[in-house]
């Protein structure tokens, strides 16, 4: 776990190497075989100093993130913080000059470890990232990041990588004083034990005499003024919604104007009070754990080998289809764009010229990797073009009868046995998959846009659909990089059915005379990306109203259209206003501004009372929740997770409550169908909680333990 050897000139090199897991952290028994290491070297008169390194292709990766949600007490998490405080404190203050030599990528307690040696060095490599990311798990540095940091850099430099988690490149870490050597990795090891050779000194700098915070204490009026800026910058951005970043602000003011025992004192203190919320619990989770699973494929169907793909033919070159034909490029297939027309294949590649041009105008890639990833794409009208691919995705036209001709013709050039995936975002997969002469082989890969951005794929199953078709599905969906939840076949899926009922309930609340300016506030104030009737926009109302005719069609009498459709009917039958492609929604786009449109009130009187911000968020939070928990019933979704995954990714539903389904345990169960059913009695039927979330009412158990 931790080597410890002396070598002849009397280095100690503690390498870290965490058995059973692809990264160092500092678990309980890890860092205590650490401490007794380190401890042999202190007490060993013949090593002149300490040199910390790890044998893995990282540094460390920070506390072991599974330890806090063990113990959720506050009282339990700040007495892990302080003891790892003390024992760096008294590691760094012990007399023996200690160097971490950071051979890849140093995080959370691994750059705090790091930070209480007297010396950093880094070997140089593009892959290496550095960084104090905690506030991205809702919990701040707890092992004396808030505090060590500015003492080095300064507060001006410091609060910004605190309050955002950034990683940084070992340049910009050069740069900014936190390392003090970059060197080629080969000369890592010799140029670390060099400096204590030359007489480096266990000393910090914080440990001089009349020591002082570079560029000023945030008692000095400047750093005031920048420190307000920041508080209300992020206040600006959370909402409220995230303790952290202003707890860790907190540690900041108090910690600095002590000195550093009293310090990270402090810090231990807002680390239990911070890490202990529901927020850092919901990110740790959801935010971290779920979404690492669902990228690695944990639940993909044992025992089905890997499929390799090689060659892929994406059928349509329309916004999606360019999108995805660009993803299975950049991720090294060769893709065959079919379109019916040559001009309009070919402009399905430019669609890639112009993201590849704009990587490399970013320096992100050179001119060469451009012409590369170009030259896999082949665009055609030709379905000859497809013989030899590995799986086909269908992206044309929302059209039953067009994609039955196009799932047809491919047939007739591959033949049945490879995958046959629609990226339908509306029809059935169960029905489309009646064209493929293999239903077994047909499967739903519903893509999001932009789909360069947009990480997630909701893949949906068939009726017929074998457990090898999702299998290697899902591989597909890993090899180009994004992440699968897999769903069962139903109308809207998962992802457009519940991310509807948010933009649906913004209408309804406009149609009941709410203020637009107050609906899209509490839209963003719950950490929605965007308010309601600005997703409306972006979603375009026509195809929304599209999506009310044909399930009409298709359903009958038996249909009940959604709340918000006379407002649809409205503005797209009589006001011609669909949406933000065409420059008019709810909004006006003009100049690349967004305005409410003032013809809104025209329509929708405001009613004389208006309802409290809260209660607008709650009903636009609620009303997706209570959908997620239907499909969870429906088996559309097979567990919390999934939905929560689907969530984040496909919609952006607030990280801070860990996904449309951990918002339930968030809220807690109890009072969350209390609040439903008061809102099924005064706004409608539609907030009725389902019987899976009513079951659970008064038994103490969450959603989340309790949901398959
Ligand atoms: N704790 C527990 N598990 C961790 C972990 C951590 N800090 N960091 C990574 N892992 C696990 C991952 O979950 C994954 O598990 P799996 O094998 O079951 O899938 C495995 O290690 C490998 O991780 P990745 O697949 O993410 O590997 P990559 O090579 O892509 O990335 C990494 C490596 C950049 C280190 C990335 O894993 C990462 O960003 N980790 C989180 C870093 C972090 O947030 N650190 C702060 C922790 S909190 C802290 O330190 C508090 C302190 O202040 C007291």
């Not at 044998?55 to 072991?64: L, V």
């Not at 992802?495 to 609906?519: C, D, H, K, Q, W």
């Not at 259209?561 to 039958?573: D, G, N, Q, W, Y």
């Not at 209570?626 to 567990?639: H, I, K, N």
Request: one cysteine or more; glycine letters at 10%.
């Amino acid at each position: 776990m931790i080597d410890y050897r002396v070598d002849g000139d009397g280095i100690a090199v503690v390498t870290w190497n965490v058995p059973g897991s692809p990264v160092n952290t500092l678990n309980d028994a890890a860092t205590t075989a650490y401490v007794a290491a380190v401890d042999k070297a202190l007490a060993d008169p013949a090593v002149k100093g300490i040199v910390v390194t790890s044998a893995k292709s990282d540094f460390i990766a920070g506390a072991d993130i599974n330890d806090f949600l063990a113990d959720r007490s506050v009282a339990g998490l700040e007495a892990g913080s302080r003891a790892i405080n003390r024992v760096f404190r008294r590691l760094e203050t012990a007399g023996k000059p200690m160097v971490a030599a950071i051979n890849g990528t140093a995080l959370g307690g691994g750059l705090e470890l790091a930070l209480a040696c007297h010396y950093r060095i880094a070997a140089d490599s593009p892959k290496t990232r550095i960084g104090l990311p905690e506030v991205t798990l809702g919990i701040l540095p707890g092992a004396g990041g808030t505090q060590r940091l500015p003492r080095l850099i300064g507060v001006r430099a410091a609060v910004p990588l605190l309050v955002e988690g950034t990683r940084l490149p070992v340049a910009d870490a050069l740069k900014l004083g936190i390392l003090h050597a970059v060197v080629p990795a080969a000369e890592l090891l010799h140029k670390a034990k060099a400096w204590i050779l030359a007489g480096g000194k266990a000393e910090q700098p914080w440990d001089r005499k009349g020591f002082r915070v570079p560029g000023g204490n945030p008692g000095d009026p400047g750093v005031q003024e920048f420190l307000s800026v920041v508080i209300a910058k992020v206040h600006e951005r959370t909402a409220g919604n995230y303790p952290a970043p202003i707890n860790i602000l907190s540690c900041v003011y108090e910690g600095m104007s002590s000195p550093i025992e009293v310090g990270t004192d402090i810090e231990s203190r807002y680390f239990g009070v911070t890490a202990a919320t529901v927020q850092a619990e919901n990110l740790i989770r959801s935010g971290f754990l779920a979404l690492n699973d669902a990228r690695k494929l944990k639940r993909r169907p044992a025992g089905v080998p890997k499929a390799e793909f090689r060659k892929v033919g994406v059928l349509g070159a329309g916004l999606m289809g360019s999108g995805i034909a660009y993803a299975c490029a950049k991720a090294g297939l060769d893709t065959v764009l079919l379109d019916r027309e040559p001009a309009m294949a070919e402009r399905g590649k430019v669609h890639s010229d112009k993201l590849l041009t704009r990587e490399v105008e970013r320096g992100k890639l050179d001119a060469a990797g451009r012409e590369a990833t170009l030259a896999r794409i082949t665009p055609t009208v030709d379905y000859a073009a497809l013989t030899g691919c590995d799986i086909v995705i269908e992206a044309v036209f929302e059209q039953r009868d067009i994609k039955a001709e196009a799932t047809h013709r491919t047939a007739e050039a591959t033949g049945p046995d490879i995958l046959f995936a629609s990226n339908t975002s509306t029809l059935p997969i169960s029905g489309l998959a009646e064209h493929w002469p293999r239903p077994d082989n047909f499967i739903g890969l519903h893509f999001f846009s932009p789909v360069h951005r947009m990480a997630l794929v909701e893949v949906i199953r068939g009726r017929q659909t074998s457990e090898t078709c999702l299998a290697q599905a899902l591989d597909f969906v890993a090899r180009i990089g994004k992440t699968p939840v897999v769903v069962n076949d139903s109308r809207g899926f998962f992802t457009s059915r519940v991310f509807a009922t948010y933009f649906e309930e913004g209408m309804a609340l406009l149609a009941e005379g709410v203020n637009p300016a107050l609906i899209e506030n509490a839209g963003r104030q719950t950490g929605m990306p965007l308010g309601p009737l600005a997703v409306a926009d972006e979603v375009a109302l026509d195809l929304v109203h599209k999506i009310i005719v044909q399930t009409r069609a298709d359903l009958g009498p038996s249909y009940t259209p959604p709340v918000s459709a006379p407002v649809i009917e409205l503005f797209v039958e009589k006001l011609g206003r669909v949406g933000k492609k065409a420059g008019k929604g709810f909004y006006d786009y003009a100049d690349g501004q967004r305005r409410l449109w003032p013809g809104l009130a025209e329509h929708f009187p405001r009613a004389a009372r208006q309802p409290d911000v809260g209660s607008v968020k709650r009903r636009l939070l609620h009303i997706q929740s209570v959908e997620a928990a239907r499909c969870l019933a429906e088996g559309v979704v097979e567990s919390t997770t999934d939905a929560d995954v689907a969530s984040l990714l496909g919609w952006g539903f607030p990280a801070w409550a860990g996904g449309v389904l951990s918002y339930v345990d968030t809220i807690g169960v109890d009072r969350f169908v209390a609040e439903c059913e008061a809102l099924a009695a005064s706004v409608g039927p539609r907030y009725a909680p389902p019987d899976i979330l009513k079951r659970l009412v008064g038994t103490g158990t969450q959603l989340r333990a309790a949901g398959r």
